[in-house]
């Protein structure tokens, strides 16, 4: 999948309660993301560091200079039948 230059996208992995989701970004340059990561796997020495290292591309591509960080508020409104509406602050 090639992301090019100038879009806005957002990042996610995973399932259930290790789900995953960063941005939004804007790509600096056209990348490979299938290519990306298929380079990335070849330095992981066992299957489970797979999970960590998907939950690290945003941040290994913004280092990269390959995305960069929109400012953007994200609202969280709640869960399980219940509202709880506030503010959440993105970290990696």
Known sequence: ?????????????????????????VVTQDVDVEAFIADARTR????????????????ILCEQGLLAKLPCRRIYLGSMGEVDIG????EF
């Open 44 to 59: 992981l020495e066992e299957p489970w560091e797979l999970s960590a290292l998907l939950s690290d591309v945003p941040r």
């Open 87 to 90: 503010e959440e602050k993105e």
């Open 1 to 25: 999948m090639i992301v090019k230059k100038g879009e806005v996208i957002t990042i996610a992995s995973g399932i259930f309660e290790s789900y995953d989701r960063a941005g939004p970004f």
